[in-house]
């Protein structure tokens, strides 16, 4: 089983979500129920928390590639 998707936070991919998703999902549903702020806020930090965790997903597959070529 070493192939499949491990969920657990030895994973680098569940740790950078637990870090950057879920803190930005949290304060945007907080900005939405607490504050009167226009609705594009709220929309645009998952957004970029979105971005920026499939960047790294796509840096850290790189990386993971790089090395294993090196291996062989």
Avoid: H, Q
């Avoid at 709220?42 to 790189?62: E, H």
């Amino acid at each position: 089983m070493s192939d499949g998707f491990d969920l657990s936070l030895k994973n680098k991919v569940v740790r950078m979500c637990l870090w950057i998703v879920v803190p930005a999902a949290i304060i945007a549903v907080l900005l939405i129920l607490l504050t009167e702020v226009p609705s594009i806020v709220p929309t645009i930090i998952p957004t970029i928390a979105w971005i920026s965790f499939l960047y790294g997903c796509i840096f850290i597959n790189a990386s993971r590639r790089k090395n294993n070529m090196l291996i062989k």
